[in-house]
């Protein structure tokens, strides 16, 4: 059976679906995108990966709009004028939600919520009304939880709204990330904590951390941060674990096969990122460029990597677990100075295009196996909280571009939210980067960095279709990433 029938025969896809999946069966009919002899090698060994974005380029993998500019100016291409209330506002909104491409064909952020929503509430019940409508459309429409709201981290009415409303709707469209810092009050936290612990939203964004490496930003898709008005170009990955399989031992792997792979993965990016710009013409056609909602300079490429744990415990031979990646002191720094080289290769690097490329922590795909996503301890290895969140911060630091953990509680944490504020602030004074939480019984989990129903995993793995493009993605990732194994905390264990 051939590609193109598998797709049109698939009884799994919706209508959506299978239209998306189409356009990328087209998308992959030529290949626009030639690289080095030395480059494929390594692309060949699955250890430099394009992220299945396609074989030529048309748009950016990330579309971060200005959405308070839009809200401001109204829209000249869209015929939208700038809201007057409520109603308008979630409206315009929604109309420009279906003009906004990604790798995925959906927008994978939809704006800072509560600050593009505040100045409109002026009746708490009216606007609950219209906010709801507007989650509810998101979610029936995008059906895809790489799509990404932001709040904070001020406290709003229509930020407190949202987070009621999505503690009540329980669902896993949109993400959703609450910027962190100093001026949020406890109290607004606490909300946010008690519906993240009903449906795994909001994520905390350690703001002091992102605001020192971007002028302006926003969490979009899993908790990437990017430039706003701008976005992500492209998304390589590294697979550390493969690398450190094709090395031959620890001198190999730092002398040779690492500054070998970080160049290829770069070449790779660098040539999507030339065809998306000079041959797709991609600005040239975007009335987003046109009406200043995006700008060619606040695109940046984005270096991912995976495997790190693998790649430590390999080269270095480590069987025993007080040895290994997120224990053994000569592992964790080993670790380090994996991501000193990297980080530092990457940031010399000059695209044609975009600035330097910002690092990137990847999530995993559904098809990993034995691949631990980004720099975390591996499932199943995870050593007592407060340890564990002292070694991810440490590893977090290097990525500008969004990197992210996630802890699983008992219900002990539903009657002690604060324990979990105290956890977060803790982490985020030693400079992690960003933190997921859920309840261990919600329906609603985090798979990887994007959510999923359990309930929906469920009936599409019994053959029936479901709405969430995500599902079909966590169907696989819950198992190859053992994301039901998880070490379950306590809200006591941070002390």
Known sequence: MSALTEILTDAHLTYPQRMINLAKYAENSENGIHVSEETQWFIDREIVFDMGEGSSPYRPRYVV???????????????????????????????????????????????????????FVTDEEEARKAI????????????????????????TKAGRIILELSAEMERPV???????????????????????????????????????????????SCYNALPLGGGGYTLGRLNLKKLAEASRGREDLLGNMLPRAVAAQCEQMDKRITYMVEDAKFF?????????????????????????????????????????????ETANAFAEELLTRIHTQVKAYRPKYG?????????????????????????????????????????QRYFDGGVGELFPFDDTAKRNPRAILDIIKGAFAQDMRYLSYYS??????????????????ERYDSGKSVLGNSTVLGSGATKGLRVFERKVRSSGDGR
């Open 65 to 119: 709009p200005d959405y308070d500019k839009f809200m401001r100016q109204g829209s000249a291409f869209l015929m939208l004028e700038p809201p007057k209330d409520i109603w308008e506002a979630v409206s315009n909104l929604l109309v420009i939600y279906h003009h906004i491409p990604s790798v995925v064909g959906t927008p994978v952020y939809i704006g800072h919520l509560d600050r593009l929503l505040e100045p």
């Open 132 to 155: 709801r409508m507007l989650l509810v459309h998101v979610d029936r429409t995008i059906s895809d939880s790489f799509c990404h709201a932001n709040l904070g981290p001020y406290d």
């Open 174 to 220: 949109p993400n959703m990330s609450l910027i962190y810092n100093a001026n949020t009050p406890d109290d607004f936290a606490l909300r946010a904590i008690g519906t993240g612990l009903v449906t795994s939203k909001p994520s905390f964004v350690n703001d002091d951390m992102y605001g020192k490496d971007w002028d302006r930003y926003a969490v979009v």
């Open 284 to 328: 040239e056609h975007s009335f987003l460029n046109d009406e200043g909602l995006i700008a060619r300079d606040r695109f940046v490429g984005m270096f991912g990597l995976v495997g790190l744990a693998e790649c430590v415990n390999l080269s270095l031979d480590l069987t025993k677990k007080e040895e290994r990646f997120g224990h053994g």
């Open 355 to 395: 600035g330097p490329y910002c690092l990137h922590g990847q999530v995993g795909i559904s098809t990993d196996l034995g691949i631990t996503p980004n720099v975390r301890v591996p499932v199943g290895e995870e050593p007592p909280l407060p340890r564990h969140l002292a070694v991810t911060a440490r590893m």
């Open 440 to 457: 261990s019984d919600a329906d609603v989990i985090r798979v990887t960095g994007y959510m999923v129903k359990r309930s929906d995993i």
